[in-house]
C-alpha cells in the first residue's frame, strides 16, 4: 500500500490555485510541511496542557482537595498562568555545567514526542505520515528520550541528576523490551507496522478490537500498558525523577521554560502512549467505514472516536500515579528481566502458534479476504 | 484458601481494591480543604493569637501596673517594659513593646500578670514588609484591643478565657465535664 | 541485605564511586539530617550522618530558665508531640518537687498524650508513605491529623505548640465538647485506619519495599540503646507506659504490639498497631475521667494561686511574684532522672537541682538522637531508595536531635 502523508496531501489540495498566483513552487512545499508539523506540535502541547490540569484536579479530588480553581472557569486556564510563569523565570544554567549540552537536553526529549506523533492515527485521515514501519518508528524515536535525560543528568554537573539520568538509561532500554514484543504479538495478527492499517483492520465493536483477539494480545495489552507506565517515566516507576530520594533527579538543575519542555514531553508521552495503546488494541477511531474515502463529518466523527478511548487511559495512567507506592530501582530490573520480558515473549510465541492453529482467525475476530 | 490467594495475586487485588479506594473519594464534594482567603477561618475563643493590652473602660488607659511579671516570666524574653510615673505619682508603663517574632505564644504573660492587663487576641493574620510591623509598641498594643474585644467582649473574654489558674481548677465540681455516654446525650 | 549483593559484580568492597551528601536540604530526611554517602554506584558503602543543623541550646537555655517558664522549650524538641514533651517535663518536675498531679489530671494528661502520639504516628505514616511513593496516603492521614489538631486548639489555644501541662496538673479544665469529641475520634478513627491500610499494607510494592530492610535484630538493638517502635520492631516488648508507668497509665488497659523481624514492615505494624490501641486508651480515659482538682492545691509553692486570689488577696499576690521572678524554691538538692514513652521512643528528663529556682543542669535524653546514630547499621549495604525507607522508619525528628 501507498504511504499516505499529510504534507502530500496539502500540497496536492493546494498546488494549483497557489501555483495560479503566483506563489514559488519551494515555499509551498515547505508550507505543507510546515503546516501538519506545527499542528502536532501544537497538539502535544495543549494535550500536555490539559493533562497537567487534569492531573492537579484528579490527585487533588482523589485527595479530598479542591485543586486548581482560580484561573478561569474551575481553573481551566491554569496551565497557561503556569506556562506565562515559567515562561518568565530567570533562566538559570549552573556555573559547573556543560552549557551545550544542558541547552540542548530538553529539546532532545520534547522532539522525541513530537516525532512519535508524526505516526500516531488520531482518526480519520488524521495523520502526518502514515509511515509503512509507523510501530518501529514510534519505537525508535521513544529511545530518543534516553539521549536527553541522559544528557541533562551529565550536563547539570549535579550528583542527583546523574543518578536519575543513570536510572532512566537503565529503566527505558530494560522496558523497551516488552514494549516492542507486546506490540509485535499485533504485528503478527495484521501483518503490517503501519498504524493506519492496523486500525483499519478492526471495528467499531469491541469483540473486533485486538485486545479481545486472542488471551495472549489480551496480556499482551497490560505487559504493553505497564511497560509504557515505566517508559514514561510515571508512578509506580518514577525513578529517574523520584522526588522523595533523588530530590527531582534529572531535570534537578533545571529552572524557567527548559524546565517546562521537559514537563510538556513527559505529559505529551502520556498522550501519544495513550494514544498508540488506542490505535493498536483499541481500535483507534475506526467506525467501519474507510478513513480516506469518507465524507469530513465522519471523518471528525472518528477523530471523536479516537479521543473517546485516548483520554480515560491518560485518566487511569494519572489515577494510578495517586494510588501507588514506588518500586525500587533493582525490583523494578527485576521485574522486567524476569517477568514481564519472559511473558511478553511467550505471549508472542503463543500468538503465533493461535495464528497457525485458527488461520489467521481470531475469537470473534475475522482475517479479511485477500 | 491458597487457591484464593493465588488468584488474588494474579488479580492484583489487592492493588485493585486501593485504587477503588482512591476512586470512592474523587467526587469533588468529598473535599475536607478550605477555600483559606474567600473563608476565612476564625479560631476558637482562647487562641493565643497576637498580643493586645487591656484598656481600663474607667480611666480609657492601659491596665497595666508595670510591674513586670510579664517580662519575667517570658520564656522568650520578648516583652521590654519602661517604668515611669504619671502625673500623680503612680507607676505606669511609659513604654511596653513586644516583639512578636521573637513571641512564642505561650501566654504565660496572661498568667503571670497580676492585674489582667494583657491577653492574646485570636486574631493570627498579622503580615508585614518589615521587622518594625513586627514590633508592637503600648499604643498598637492598646489599637489591638480596641479592634479585636469591642463593647462587652473585652469584659467576656477576661472573665471566661483568660483567668486561669482560677480557683475552681483547685477543687472538685458538679459543672466539669464528666463522660455520661453516647445514647444519654443523644437523648438530650 | 544479601540479596542485592547476588547482582553486583564483586568489587573491592572498600571502592566507592561517588560521595553523596543526602541533606541537610533534601525532601526525605524529614528536617535537616544530613547523612554523608558513599556509593558504588547506588549501593552505599558507607554512611555517616551528620546533625546538629538545629541546635538550639535548650539545655542550657533551661539552666537559665525557672522551672515554670522553661516549659515552652520542651514544646520545640519534638515538635510534632509537643504535648508528650510537656508531659514528660512536669512529670519530672513534680518528681523532682516530690508532688504529683491530681487523678483529673493524670486521666486529662493520659487522653491528651494519646491524642499526641496519634498525632505524631499519622505524621510518621503520612512522610513515610510519602518518602516510599504513596502520596495520597500522606493527605489521608493528614485529615484526621486535622481533627487532633483542631481538638487541640479549641483546648489550649494553640494547634502545635500546645504548652498545656502544668506543674502539678494541666493548665484549664476540658470541656464537654472536648471529651465528647474525643470519644467519638477515638470510637471512628479505626474506620480511618482502614483506609490507610487499604492503601498500602498488602500493597505488593510497599511490602517489597518494606519487608527485609533495615533489619535490627533484637541484640542490636539492645546494645544501640533504641526505645519506644524501635526496640518493639525488634522483638522487645519494651514499653515505659507499661513498666514504669507514670500519670493514668496503670489504669488504663492497652497492649504493647510487638514485631518479629526488626524490617520496616515490622515497626509499620507496630505503630499502626499502636495507633488503634491508642485509641483505645483514649475511650477509657474519657469514659473513667473523674470530677476533682485539675491543679495541685496543696502545693502552694510551686503552683501559681488562683487569680481571684491574686487579685484581692496580699499574700497570694507575694507568692505570684516570688514565683515568677524566682521560681519554685521548694526543690530538694539532688538530682532526678525521668523517662516518658513519646511517639519517638524513651524520652528521659534528667534534672540537677541546687534548690534554687532554676535547675542546675537540664539534660535532655533524646529518643531521635539515639537512633540517628544506627542508621549506618541499617543503610550500608543497601540502595539509596532503602536509605529513605530507613529514614523514615526511624521517624526522627530532628528538633529533639539536636535540641
Redesign the interface.
Known amino acids: 500500500m501507498e504511504q499516505y502523508s499529510a504534507a502530500e496531501k496539502i500540497y496536492e489540495l493546494f498546488s494549483e490555485k497557489a501555483l495560479a498566483l503566483g506563489i514559488p513552487e519551494p515555499v509551498l512545499v515547505i508550507a505543507a510541511y510546515a503546516i501538519p508539523c506545527l499542528v502536532v506540535i501544537n497538539l502535544i502541547q495543549g494535550a500536555a496542557g490539559m493533562l497537567t490540569y487534569a492531573e492537579r484536579k ?9 485543586g486548581a ?1 482560580r484561573v478561569g472557569p474551575f481553573g481551566l486556564i491554569q496551565f497557561l498562568a503556569d506556562g506565562v510563569k515559567l515562561f518568565l523565570k530567570e533562566d538559570i544554567i549552573p556555573d559547573a555545567a556543560d552549557r551545550k549540552l544542558f541547552k540542548l537536553a530538553p529539546y532532545i526529549v520534547l522532539s522525541s514526542t513530537v516525532l512519535a506523533a508524526i505516526v500516531v492515527p488520531f482518526g480519520g485521515s488524521f495523520i502526518v505520515a502514515d509511515l509503512n514501519i509507523g510501530l518501529i518508528f514510534i519505537i525508535v524515536v521513544s529511545s530518543l528520550l534516553v539521549v536527553g535525560f541522559l544528557m541533562s543528568g551529565w550536563a547539570s554537573n549535579n ?2 541528576a546523574l ?1 536519575g539520568g543513570i536510572r532512566s538509561a537503565a529503566q527505558i532500554i530494560s522496558y523497551e523490551i516488552p514494549t516492542a514484543l507486546s506490540l509485535l504479538c499485533i504485528v503478527l495478527i495484521t501483518g503490517t507496522f503501519s498504524l493506519q492499517e492496523t486500525v483499519m483492520s478492526q471495528g467499531l465493536w469491541p469483540w473486533q478490537w485486538f485486545i479481545f483477539h486472542n488471551p495472549f494480545s489480551f496480556v499482551a495489552f497490560f505487559i504493553f500498558f505497564v511497560s509504557a507506565l515505566a517508559e514514561m517515566n510515571r ?2 516507576f ?1 525513578f529517574p525523577e ?6 527531582s533527579g534529572y531535570n534537578v538543575e533545571y529552572s524557567g521554560m527548559r524546565f517546562s519542555i521537559f514537563f510538556i514531553a513527559e505529559y505529551g508521552s502520556i498522550f501519544i502512549i495513550s494514544g498508540l495503546a488506542a490505535a493498536v488494541f483499541l481500535g483507534g477511531g475506526n467506525i467501519g467505514l474507510d478513513p480516506y474515502e469518507s465524507p469530513l463529518h465522519m471523518q471528525l466523527l472518528m477523530v471523536g472516536v479516537f479521543f473517546a478511548k485516548t483520554v480515560p487511559l491518560c485518566l487511569v495512567i494519572i ?2 500515579r ?10 523494578m530490573l527485576t521485574m522486567c528481566w524476569k517477568y514481564f520480558i519472559p511473558i511478553a515473549f511467550a505471549c508472542l510465541v503463543a500468538t503465533a502458534i493461535w495464528l497457525l492453529v485458527f488461520n489467521g482467525n481470531g475469537i470473534f475476530w475475522r482475517m479479511p479476504a485477500p | 484458601m491458597e487457591f484464593k490467594k493465588i488468584v488474588k495475586t494474579i488479580l492484583f487485588w489487592e492493588i485493585l481494591q486501593g485504587m477503588w479506594l482512591t476512586l470512592s473519594n474523587l467526587p469533588p464534594w468529598n473535599a475536607v480543604t478550605r477555600q483559606y482567603p474567600k473563608e476565612p477561618r476564625y479560631s476558637d475563643p482562647g487562641f493565643r493569637g497576637l498580643h493586645a493590652l487591656v484598656r481600663n473602660p474607667d480611666t480609657g488607659r492601659e491596665k497595666c501596673i508595670a510591674c513586670g511579671l510579664c517580662a519575667a516570666v517570658c520564656p522568650s524574653r520578648c516583652i521590654t517594659i519602661h517604668t515611669g510615673e504619671d502625673d500623680k505619682g503612680e507607676k505606669i508603663a511609659e513604654e511596653y513593646e513586644v516583639d512578636v517574632l521573637r513571641c512564642v505564644f505561650c501566654a504565660f504573660c496572661v498568667e503571670a500578670c497580676p492585674v489582667g492587663a494583657i491577653v492574646l487576641s485570636e486574631h493570627y493574620e498579622y503580615s508585614g514588609y518589615s521587622r518594625g510591623d513586627f514590633y508592637f509598641n503600648k499604643e498598637r498594643l492598646l489599637d489591638n484591643w480596641d479592634t479585636f474585644f469591642p463593647g462587652e467582649k473585652g469584659k467576656w473574654y477576661m472573665d471566661n478565657i483568660w483567668k486561669h489558674p482560677n480557683a475552681d481548677d483547685y477543687k472538685a465540681h458538679d459543672d466539669q465535664a464528666v463522660f455520661h455516654g453516647i445514647q444519654k446525650e443523644e437523648k438530650q | 541485605m544479601g540479596k542485592i549483593e547476588e547482582y553486583t559484580v564483586k568489587r573491592d568492597a572498600d571502592r566507592t564511586d561517588l560521595k553523596l551528601n543526602m541533606g541537610p536540604q533534601h525532601p526525605a530526611t524529614h528536617g535537616v539530617l544530613r547523612l554523608e554517602l558513599d556509593l558504588d554506584g547506588e549501593i552505599i558503602r558507607k554512611c555517616t550522618p551528620h546533625i546538629g543543623y538545629l541546635h538550639r541550646g535548650t539545655e542550657k537555655l533551661g539552666e537559665d530558665r525557672t522551672y515554670i517558664s522553661a516549659l515552652p522549650l520542651t514544646d520545640r524538641l519534638d515538635y510534632i508531640a509537643s504535648m508528650n514533651n510537656n508531659i514528660g517535663y512536669c512529670v519530672a518536675v513534680e518528681k523532682l518537687f516530690g508532688i504529683e498531679a491530681p487523678e483529673r489530671a493524670k486521666y486529662i494528661r493520659t487522653m491528651c498524650a494519646e491524642l499526641g502520639r496519634i498525632s505524631s504516628h499519622l505524621l510518621w505514616l503520612a512522610t513515610h508513605a510519602l518518602d516510599i511513593g504513596a502520596m495520597t496516603v500522606f493527605l489521608y492521614a493528614f485529615r484526621e491529623r486535622a481533627m487532633i489538631m483542631e481538638m487541640f486548639e479549641k483546648l489550649t489555644g494553640a494547634r502545635l505548640t500546645v504548652s498545656y501541662p502544668r506543674i502539678g496538673g494541666v493548665r484549664n479544665d476540658v470541656t464537654q465538647e472536648f471529651i465528647d469529641r474525643a470519644h467519638a475520634f477515638a470510637d471512628e478513627f479505626p474506620t480511618h485506619m482502614e483506609e490507610y491500610e487499604t492503601l498500602i499494607d498488602q500493597n505488593r510494592i510497599w511490602l517489597k519495599r518494606t519487608k527485609g530492610i533495615g533489619i535490627i535484630t533484637a541484640d542490636e538493638a539492645i546494645n544501640w540503646g533504641l526505645s519506644g517502635p524501635m526496640i518493639r520492631g525488634s522483638g522487645i516488648a519494651y514499653d515505659i507506659r507499661k513498666h514504669e508507668p507514670y500519670d493514668a497509665y496503670k489504669d488504663v488497659e492497652f497492649e504493647v504490639p510487638i514485631g518479629t523481624e526488626g524490617d520496616v514492615y515490622d515497626r509499620y505494624r507496630v505503630r499502626m498497631i499502636e495507633l488503634r490501641q491508642s485509641a483505645l486508651i483514649i475511650k477509657q480515659c474519657v469514659e473513667k475521667l473523674p470530677r476533682g482538682a485539675i491543679l495541685d492545691p496543696n502545693a502552694p509553692k510551686f503552683t501559681l494561686p488562683p487569680k481571684e486570689r491574686v487579685m484581692t488577696d496580699m499574700e497570694s499576690l507575694i507568692h505570684q511574684f516570688v514565683l515568677i521572678t524566682k521560681g519554685p524554691m521548694t526543690a530538694q538538692e539532688g538530682e532526678v532522672y525521668v523517662a516518658t514513652e513519646l511517639p519517638k521512643g524513651e524520652f528521659g528528663y534528667y534534672f540537677v537541682s541546687d534548690g534554687s529556682g532554676k535547675p542546675y543542669r537540664m539534660r535532655l535524653r533524646a529518643p531521635s538522637f539515639v537512633h540517628a546514630s544506627v542508621l549506618p547499621l541499617m543503610c550500608e549495604g543497601g540502595l539509596i531508595a532503602d536509605v529513605i525507607a530507613n529514614i523514615g522508619t526511624l521517624d526522627i525528628v530532628l528538633g529533639e536531635c539536636d535540641r
Not at chain 1, 58 to 66: C, E, L, P
Not at chain 1, 322 to 331: A, G, N, V, Y
Open positions: 484528579i490527585s487533588a479530588d482523589i485527595q479530598n482537595r479542591i480553581n550528583k542527583w543518578l508512578t509506580p518514577d523520584a522526588e522523595s530520594e533523588l530530590v489515577w494510578v495517586w494510588s501507588m507506592p514506588r518500586l525500587r530501582i533493582d525490583q
